[in-house]
């Protein structure tokens, strides 16, 4: 689930976060992680709670008032005692005034309510296995979390709208509101008319009462699902009909936001014939409808329901630089990895993020390309690495949390993805995906554990793991390499020294983990793989030349920081030839070689030529910084060549690159290129070009592009701080 808050998707981290997702993207150089922010061992360990009862359904008719804000109704509650003598049942309520509890006779039982509880007793004691129902009468006045009234606003209609992670469905539902009891639920709920109602499940019935003026519509979930996946949406929605195969697809959006969503959404039946096929298990739920909120940032996952914040709606144009897709895939893919199968407990997140996240990777890797996959995975490792270095790091299994939003942070989404990416590396394609569906396929509609996956790894692929799992998952931090060679001309032979330099004293390991290395000479490319295991290793390769390149961990498969130093020879070869995630980071790498003069011709030839945009961007970037120190001509006419790149990224890097010369004359160029880009990022630079070397006179130009909508106020934030900047001046 990416329960992102916005500002945090496209700044800083997802739950409470999914994160950064628009990437922060420098990589890491080698190096011990810095001193730790946050002492994560002050906070208390958390086990699962033992409960002594199994909650089979729970049929919920509400009443709502959207005027009033307020809800009223009943939880008819069907569960079995797990023990002989049963008479006390204990059940989360919090912001909820409970009225009456009655027996399957009607007869009132005696009940309290304190501190978020509600404890009910019964008149006599039942047995291990025996059927229990009770009702529980109760209403609710515009909660704090959990279910929200929102008034009628310029940017969404007067509605209701839930998100009921982690343990927020109290708020609205007295239940069992922990996810190692899975329940099956109905949702009666009526809502004045001109108001739809979405919920989990199939839609059994709705019925009109002119006379009250209401429609009430039943919903009903009929496989067993986590108390934290209830949803519940009402609103005057437009509902976009769609189906995958005979399953309905359905999008509940704002009337406004049907021409965007239809593009948006349409995917959506793709994604989920895609994980279909790549789990070997299909789709499990009776629909899948996405609807539109104001209060959830990115996405949360509601068992055949997502809920997507309302700024999932943009117009075509915003896609190249605020796209969803990853979100929507993310959010599809829950409905295997959380939903289908869910944590036993909150310490194992990663079962339901990480196999999401990476599961939103394999999707952009299918529907966008190797290199756009692999630089979203490369965007996810450095999430997690901001977060080692600055914040933390832990164990990605880990029982210390005052909350559960507490563990859902970037070792969970994207250091989870990482170790899986490795996971599928060391045991091979086949492998991997075959124990996945294996792990759906026995535990489906269960909860499980880190130890439930670890056996069926074993079971699928009849290699025993344990080792990995406890120094990825178990312990705390990533490899940390220093990587040299040598060339003995003599010999012919290469001289591999790698070294694992990572700061043991907090409990990160000395790695085992295999590693390829890519060898070039001019009779082609040779892979060895290898394996590492301790603090220091030296390998020999012997060859027929001087390799032009030497490519620590080809394919990019490993989690880690690294140092490499190569000379300026090597790092051209690698910028042009590598892959794009290698050629990248040769580009990116030339900046320790500054006073190399041959670079500056390079570098433009990659700034204009290369197929893949990021190394584009980098070439631009690195190009800007080598030419300040070295004397050469004029780069202004190659940027502003590239204003005009195919990507958006680029253009915006051209932007910033040629407003450091700080030339007057390149105002009409900017201001040329905020009236002709279909960029809104690419225009904010403009903007904030026009900032940096305008004056009084552009303060119109700048006064009425604040008053420009664009997704997220870029355009206006860009306007507002060009403007100040030339007052200041």
């Not at 009655?102 to 019964?122: M, N, T, Y």
């Not at 070039?520 to 301790?534: C, F, H, N, P």
Request: net charge negative; charged share 25%; with cysteine.
């Amino acid at each position: 689930m990416k329960r992102i808050p916005l500002l945090e998707i496209f700044g800083q981290p997802v739950r409470p976060l999914l994160m950064a997702l628009f990437f922060a993207a420098n990589l890491l150089s080698a190096g011990a992680i810095v001193a730790q922010e946050i002492d994560l061992y002050k906070r208390p360990i958390q086990i699962e709670p033992s409960h002594d009862f199994d909650v089979q359904h729970y049929r919920v008719t509400l009443a709502f008032d959207l005027e009033a804000k307020t809800f009223q109704g009943e939880n008819h509650i069907t569960l079995i005692p797990l023990r002989d003598g049963w008479k006390q049942c204990l059940l989360h309520a919090v912001e909820l005034e409970v009225s009456s509890v009655l027996d399957s006779k009607d007869r009132a039982l005696i009940f309290h309510q304190r501190d978020g509880l509600l404890s009910i007793d019964f008149a006599q004691e039942y047995q291990f296995g025996d059927k229990v129902e009770f009702k529980v009468t109760y209403k609710g006045s515009d909660p704090q979390l959990g279910l929200y009234f929102d008034n009628k606003s310029t940017d969404h209609p007067r509605m209701v709208s839930t998100d009921s992670f982690p343990n927020n469905a109290r708020r609205w539902i007295p239940c069992y509101d922990y996810p190692h009891d899975k329940v099956t639920q109905e949702l009666i709920i009526t809502a004045p008319l001109g108001n739809k109602v979405l919920s989990n499940g199939r839609l059994v019935s709705t019925s009109d009462d002119p006379k009250a003026g209401t429609t009430t519509w039943h919903w009903w979930q009929e496989k067993p699902h986590a108390t934290y996946l209830f949803m519940l949406a009402i609103g005057p929605f437009a509902v976009i009909k769609d189906a995958y195969g005979e399953i309905p697809v359905n999008y509940w959006v704002y009337p406004d936001a049907v021409e965007h969503a239809e593009w948006i959404f349409a995917k959506t039946p793709e994604m989920l014939d895609f994980y279909s096929n790549l789990f070997d298990f299909p789709y499990p739920w009776a629909k899948y409808d996405q609807v539109t909120t104001p209060h959830v940032g990115g996405g949360a996952e509601a068992t055949s329901a997502t809920v997507l914040g309302q700024d999932v709606i943009h117009d075509r144009r915003a896609e190249q630089d605020f796209s969803w897709e990853w979100i929507l895939a993310h959010e599809v893919a829950h409905h295997w990895w959380g939903d289908l199968i869910t944590l036993r407990e909150w310490s194992h997140a990663w079962l339901h993020e990480s196999f999401a996240t990476y599961s939103d990777y394999l999707y952009t890797h299918h529907e966008r390309g190797p290199d756009e996959g692999a630089w979203d995975l490369k965007g996810k490792k450095e999430r997690y690495l901001q977060e080692a270095q600055n914040r933390y790091i832990r164990p990605i299994v880990f029982d210390r949390y005052d909350h559960p939003n507490d563990n859902f942070d970037s070792h969970t989404y994207p250091k989870g993805a990482a170790v899986l990416h490795m996971l599928r590396f060391v045991l091979g394609d086949d492998a991997f995906f075959a124990a996945l569906s294996q792990f759906l396929n026995e535990h489906a509609h269960q909860v499980v554990d880190t130890h439930d996956f670890m056996n069926t790894v074993k079971d699928a692929s009849g290699q025993n793991l344990d080792w990995f799992f406890e120094q990825f998952l178990f312990k705390p931090g990533h490899p940390v390499f220093e990587v040299s060679t040598t060339w003995n001309a003599d010999q012919q032979v290469l001289h591999l020294q790698i070294a694992q330099v990572q700061d043991t004293s907090t409990g990160v390991p000395i790695y085992r983990i295999p590693v390829e290395i890519g060898l070039v000479t001019s009779a082609g490319k040779q892979v060895e793989r290898i394996w590492l295991d301790q603090a220091e290793h030296h390998f020999q390769f012997q060859l027929p030349e001087r390799p032009r390149l030497v490519r620590f961990d080809e394919g990019n498969r490993l989690l880690k920081q690294w140092s490499f130093p190569k000379e300026v020879s090597e790092l051209l070869y690698q910028a042009e030839y590598d892959d794009a995630i290698g050629r990248e980071w040769a580009t990116r790498e030339m900046t320790r070689s500054a006073t190399d003069a041959a670079l500056i011709p390079f570098l433009v030839k990659r700034s204009s030529n290369d197929s893949f945009w990021a190394v584009r961007k980098a070439a631009i970037e690195v190009l800007q910084s080598v030419s300040s120190g070295i004397s050469s001509e004029n780069l202004d006419d190659h940027y502003i060549s590239l204003v005009t790149d195919s990507n958006s990224k680029v253009r915006v890097a051209a932007l910033r690159a040629l407003v450091s010369s700080g030339k007057h004359s390149h105002l009409a160029l900017f201001r040329a290129r905020f009236d002709e880009d279909d960029s809104y990022l690419a225009q904010a630079e403009a903007l904030r070009a026009i900032g940096k070397i305008g004056s009084l006179e552009d303060l119109d130009f700048l006064e009425r592009a604040s008053a420009m909508p664009s997704p997220r106020g870029v355009l206006q934030q860009a306007a507002k701080q060009a403007i100040a900047e030339i007052r200041a001046r």
